[in-house]
């Protein structure tokens, strides 16, 4: 069942990963001119509000968890900014290479190489080794040459 929603969740993520930069290249943003800082504001503001809807269902991480505690109470976890600023400078980043590259180019490269960024920190830095070796790195090898070629 965990396996099932982990694949289900990662699912979700890319959708919606592959999705958030759509708003931008809107005909009625482009006709603003915003500067891709001041969208990206925006999309900040929208984040930290849609966090929020969340709330109701953490009573339910324990499901997801397997474990008991989960969810039973909120605790702030100082070393999360630390990936909150990930997250806008990467946002920051995205908007502005869409800016100059384009949505297909800018994404395609960002996803390829965040691939290979997860990946290197799953093995070097939490020890989660893949199955396979050679058909990890040979599924590297093949996306890296994917966004030499974009």
């Not at 919606?16 to 290249?25: E, L, T, W």
């Not at 709330?55 to 976890?77: H, K, M």
């Not at 909150?84 to 395609?108: D, H, K, M, R, T």
């Amino acid at each position: 069942m965990l396996t099932f929603a982990g694949f289900l969740f990662a699912a979700i993520s890319a959708v919606f990963n592959g999705s958030f930069i759509v708003p931008f290249k809107t005909q009625r943003v482009c006709e603003l001119h915003l500067a891709p800082i001041i969208f990206q504001l925006y999309v900040t503001i929208g984040v930290f509000f849609s966090c929020w809807l969340v709330v109701p269902f953490l009573s339910y991480n324990s499901v997801v968890a397997d474990t008991e505690n989960a969810g039973t109470s909120f605790e702030f976890s100082p070393i999360a900014t630390i990936g909150g600023a990930c997250f806008v400078v990467s946002i920051v980043a995205s908007f502005n290479a869409v800016e100059l590259i384009g949505l297909a180019v800018g994404q395609g490269i960002w996803s390829g190489v965040a691939l290979c960024v997860s990946f290197l920190w799953g093995v070097f830095g939490f020890g989660e080794y893949p199955k396979s070796w050679l058909l990890s790195l040979s599924g590297l090898v093949l996306l890296l040459a994917g966004v030499v070629c974009i």
